[in-house]
């Protein structure tokens, strides 16, 4: 009787919270009318997942579900689920809309005008508007989130209607649109990191209950803009730590796990699971320092870089984790264009390179010139971080072939902060070094004659990048990397080695094939199948 009078007393509040404050708080309700019956509750040993078409996700150090604060990288990703950008870079590293509907870019790059989709919802009903979007970019900006680099030129924002807004760089900056991959939030959304956070998206996927402590259950949502998803719920365990949830995988108790999360050099899943890997925009490289007297020319450095055995150091050093290449640009992106699928070192053509800067074998098997009455030997010492095994794999091997060539090198290992000093101060010859480039595939931080780690300038490649922030047509975008590129394999500040490969494992139940991207690892979601 208690029991009952307690739950009428319930439907009350509900009828008077439906009146002040909407469906939000009716939902809420709605989950403590669950808990105080005992629906919904699951014990140890009953099915955790009663509907077959279904999908799970594992996350490890659950902080908060808000998408932009969250600092844990498995919640992050399974926030894609619930969670959208403005837009998102595909396969070909194209920007994509998802939240906008389309872009124009004004004559000199500076003024970017975005439609917003007029047909999409939040969670809670509400409509989605320029609001929405202003607010979130102003919490970008204020430096909580991870994201703020990315529009960290950006001078100036505003909604100017319902389902528009108007972006202003302090300069054009090529492909802009393709940084605007952060999660939408909702006005007003509270910017504290809590755990009880309930998120509130307009993707897929929507917050639906709490089945048990460290279970959660995402349903479909109905009102999608693209369309309902085909899947009907995800559910969420908590996990804790990288053990279980490698083991939760291989038991097919998860369905997905990515190589951010899992490192797969020293990781093998077992069973049946699907490796959908994709080139990610992780550049390792050589870095030459163009203070130095041996290393001014161009042609000297184009000579090592014709030793470095790439092919060799991606199959036997990072065990075909990555992909070769030329040219400092992704070789997924439509702007890739060398024809090139070996990446051998190549002695003939070293020779040739260094022999046009003067250098030639002395009687000793080195290599020397004369400069101004001045002997000059080739010898290096190449510097590296020593708390990366793999980065001083790869020094060596590089120091291995210049040595064999007849240029004596060394690596100078140093844990980071020592080795970041002396990048910073130009104290070393050659670097091995790595960046993520941002997903509009602007280098300006290797390159900019405002200042880099090389000492490299190139007013032209200055030019190009400013020519490229102007436009957002696919031939002329085209044209401007190829020139991009030639300049900057002619003057090689720095040798590209290789793009990182990502990945993200599915399991067997999920028969959809995963696209993933450098921005969203989890794409077209709403399309997904599974076996039943």
Known sequence: MKKIKKITALIVTVCLATLMTGCDVLDRIKTRMSEETGAGEISEGEQTNPISNSISVGIMELDTFNPLITSSQTVKEC????????FEVDEKLQPVPVLAEGYTVSADGRVIDITLKNNVQWHNGAAFTAIDVAYTIKQVRSGITPYTDLIADM???????????????????????????????????????NINYIPVGTGPFMYEKQLSSGRMSFAAFESYHNGRPQIDNMYVYTVPDLKKYESMF??????????????????????NAKNNTYVTNKMTFAGYNLRRKMLSGAETRKGLAKLIDKDDIVNSVIYSRGEAADIPINPSSIYYYDTNTRFKGDHNLAAQHLGNDGWGLNYDGKYERLVHGE?????????????SEEKVNIASNIAAAYNEFGIPAMVNAMPYESYMEKINAGDYDIMIGEIEIEANLNLTPLITSAGNYFAYQNTNIDMLIGQMGMTNDTEQLNALFRQYGDILTEDMPFS??????????????LKSEIVPSVSRPFRNIEKWSVTQ
């Open 496 to 509: 590209v080695i290789f793009f990182r490969k990502g990945d993200v494992l599915s399991g067997a139940k």
């Open 155 to 193: 001078a100036d924002y505003k909604a100017t209607g319902d389902y528009t807004l108007q972006i202003v760089l302090n300069y054009a900056i090529p492909n802009f649109v393709s940084l605007l991959t952060f999660p939408i939030i909702q006005y007003q959304t509270d910017m504290k990191t």
């Open 79 to 86: 926030m894609q689920f619930v969670y959208e950008p403005l």
């Open 375 to 387: 002997k000059q030997i080739l010898s290096f010492e190449i510097l590296t971080n020593s708390d």
């Open 250 to 271: 291989e038991a097919n108790e998860i369905d997905l796990m990515t190589g951010e999360t899992v490192d797969l050099s020293e990781y093998t899943p077992r069973g």
